[in-house]
């Protein structure tokens, strides 16, 4: 399998569930993205782990919980959300920082992982 | 900070006519633009990019895009739509995180719909 998965495609669930969205990317890149689409609002980048380690949170609320176990898995976390939480979560995927390629900022992003929180 | 502006929410636009997409981006260095495609319950498919050099860049199926550093500007174009083209667009503008990662502002989209 190639390119960026994030499992599941759909998920629905209400504000007291506990559940995880997957992305697994392989591309043998070493950065890893949590994007946020809403109907009315532009993406909104939310978490960026480069190497494994988080480099970037953008004032994220808590209910949101990413993990990078390693460099090709990445993890949200759910816990407690809003209905205004619904959205499509996509991840990406890009080139390590120290890539002297012009790959290095080019992101590839999955399918995206649709949210209902009722 | 970054940001970037489409001024066109929606376009319409005959099968067989030209296309061009509106991009206006803020950046205090040089940046780093892209053009992505969603197609409906899809992710973003890369189209083209400019890091440097020929301000005008060819990307995939047919588009192209002009960097205009005194206007701010990274239009897309393509001079023959075809129905498949129908989906939204976004323009992005990137910026270095510091030491590491990359980090990508988007537009608003511009969705763009084809008439038979």
Known sequence: ?118 | AQSVTQPDIHITVSEGASLELRCNYSYGATPYLFWYVQSPGQGLQLLLKYFSGDTLVQGIKGFEAEFKRSQSSFNLRKPSVHWSDAAEYFCAVGARLGAAGNKLTFGGGTRVLVKP
């Not at chain 1, 007291?16 to 009315?40: D, I, R, V």
């Open chain 1, 1 to 118: 399998e190639t390119g960026v998965t994030q499992t599941p495609r759909h998920l629905v669930m209400g504000m007291t569930n506990k559940k995880s969205l997957k992305c697994e990317q392989h591309l043998g890149h070493n950065a890893m993205y949590w994007y946020k689409q809403s109907a009315k609002k532009p993406l909104e980048l939310m978490f960026v782990y480069s190497l494994e380690e988080r480099v970037e949170n953008n004032s994220v609320p808590s209910r949101f919980s990413p993990e990078c176990p390693n460099s090709s898995h990445l993890f949200l976390h759910l816990h407690t959300l809003q209905p205004e939480d619904s959205a499509l979560y996509l991840c990406a995927s890009s080139q390590d920082h120290t890539s002297r390629s012009s790959g290095a900022n080019v992101l590839t992003f999955g399918a995206g992982s649709r949210l209902t929180v009722l």
